[in-house]
């Protein structure tokens, strides 16, 4: 199990999108060839939900500013 801490400490420590969204991309990866779900991936990766630069702003801010 991930906790709020660990996830925190590992994205906060991302230094830009593109790494954050290469970061995003093979964890999803991973995941598909374990579950064979790619509906997931596409809604995340639609340009709708834009929820790389979500989660950027998430943690590229601090606790006050969150």
Known sequence: MITYETSHDFFSTINSKKTLRLVIDT?????SE???ETKAIESFQSKEN?????????YKHTEEKR
Request: charge should be negative; hydrophobic fraction near 55%.
């Open 34 to 36: 374990m579950t064979r």
């Open 27 to 31: 964890i999803f990866e991973i995941a």
């Open 50 to 58: 834009d929820v790389y630069d979500k989660i950027w702003h998430l």
